[in-house]
């Protein structure tokens, strides 16, 4: 049995609101009605339950605005303009280009729902559950009730409107002890003729000393617009460790709104990789709960944006034991009109003595009508830690560009070089080669 304890919903704050329910905010309780009327698949009871709490808690939430401190720079107001539906796609008609470290080890899932024809798991270790949650074994499912929608951050409007309305999840079990070198590829596509909305989500649980390396890619399966809204739990039991890496390369007409929820026991090692590319309007909210001493995080995030995109890091990391360490690394490239954002926070409260951390954000603009907003945090009651943040925002400089050039390197070319050598730090951190090659070669293109 996993050995981390999940923090279970308050379910006292829920009844207390449920006596008072109100459909607060008439966008959420048109998106949640559209779901539900034409979702004909009962999930079993105990799922049921679950998504019954998280409809009534986002019935009883409001959409956030610029008046909330934490969406003052992200603006929702194009998304509130759109009428989102429900699409069945033809899967006949997509095409997914496997990487080949993940040929065999790959689930494929449609607006939110698995897809068979286009997945493989044939190669897969013993120890390893990889599956979707339909198809959850029996003998995982009292298990998986313990996990799934039980992370911290459980009622934040966009998690609890997935929580209600998608339709599947992937999930991802690791066995006590197990070791696993295969790399799992999950790939979220989101396709349809008119506005979709899209639900992927993910279950991972790591127990103790196990160690598993995964892929989420979301990517379109069709131009046009749509709403992917994500939401990825990870659970890492003592001694395990767990490496993560996001692709978000979603439609340039999109809106993609995610969280990550990481539980950290004690002496567990987690490591996010974060790549945004796509999507008109993006964010990621990244949280990280320590629930035992001496943890290590590593964060490694890059957004490379033209046009008039939007890319919103947001992340928080709860330190609160003591000999936990962690660094992150937050880069955005910003061409054209394009607009990033960062706000990341650390809490150290005071029994979370000896711990290192470090924050760096760092922003490459490449416009003069390019734009950042960079907020690094750090709150610390402890007295006995090494703890430091910074941001830095820059252009290209003339005199770098003329140096190259004075080398025989054209204009051009001198440019592509700075971006790729400002890009690459994060990118070569990517443990799978053929996905850190076809990055290389976007940045290339950028």
């Not at 998986?144 to 929608?149: C, N, S, W």
């Not at 001694?239 to 969280?259: C, M, P, W, Y």
């Not at 790549?275 to 290590?296: M, W």
Request: aromatic share 6%.
């Amino acid at each position: 049995m996993v050995q981390v304890s999940p923090s279970p919903i308050p379910n006292s704050n829920v009844a207390s609101l449920m006596s008072t329910l109100l459909d607060r905010d008439s966008y959420l309780t048109g998106l949640l009605n559209t779901v539900e009327t034409q979702n004909v698949t009962l999930p079993p009871s105990w799922l049921q339950d679950v998504k019954k709490t998280a409809a009534n808690w986002v019935r009883h939430s409001t959409l956030p605005s610029n008046r909330d401190e934490e969406w003052r720079f992200t603006d929702l107001s194009a998304l509130k303009k759109i009428n989102f539906t429900v699409a069945t796609t033809n899967v006949e008609t997509l095409q997914v280009a496997p990487l080949p470290e993940t040929a065999n080890s790959r689930l494929v899932f449609v607006n939110g729902i698995y897809e068979p024809k286009l997945s493989s798991v044939s190669s897969l270790p013993e120890g390893i559950l990889v599956t979707n949650l339909s198809k959850l074994p029996v003998e995982y499912t009292e298990k998986t009730q313990e996990y799934l929608a039980q992370a911290e951050g459980a009622l934040e409007v966009f998690t609890a409107l997935n929580t209600a309305i998608a339709p599947d999840a992937a999930v991802i079990w690791v066995s006590k002890n197990v070791i696993v070198d295969t790399v799992i590829h999950l790939v979220f596509i989101s396709a349809g003729e008119n506005p979709v909305i899209s639900q992927p989500r993910c279950l991972l649980v790591a127990e103790t000393g196990s160690q598993v390396s995964f892929v989420e890619e979301f990517v379109a399966g069709s131009t046009g617009t749509y709403f992917a809204n994500a939401v990825t739990e990870i659970w890492i039991a003592e001694n395990a460790s767990v490496n993560h890496t996001r692709l978000q390369n979603d439609s340039t007409e999109a809106f993609h709104i995610g969280k990550t929820a990481v539980t950290q026991a004690r002496h567990s090692r987690y490591t996010c990789n974060t790549i945004a590319l796509g999507a008109k309007l993006s964010r990621h909210n990244l949280e990280i709960l320590q629930t035992g001493e001496q943890t290590e995080t590593t964060l490694n995030g890059l957004a490379m944006i033209k046009g008039e995109q939007t890319a919103d890091m947001h992340s928080a990391i709860a330190l609160n034991y003591p000999y936990g360490v962690s660094n992150q690394l937050q880069k955005n490239i910003v061409g054209d009109k394009a607009h990033a954002i960062f706000n990341g926070k650390v809490f150290v409260p005071k029994p979370a003595q000896e711990t290192n951390a470090a924050q760096l954000n760092r922003n490459l603009l490449l416009s003069s009508k390019s734009r950042v907003d960079t907020k690094p945090q750090l709150e610390i009651t402890a007295d006995n830690v090494k703890c430091a943040h910074g941001a830095t925002v820059s252009q290209l400089e003339d005199d770098e560009i003329f140096y190259l050039q004075s080398r025989g390197i054209n204009q051009e070319d001198s440019r592509n070089l700075l971006i790729n050598a400002f890009a690459t730090e994060i990118i070569n951190n990517i443990p799978v080669n053929s996905l850190r090659d076809n990055l290389l070669k976007i940045v290339k293109q950028f």
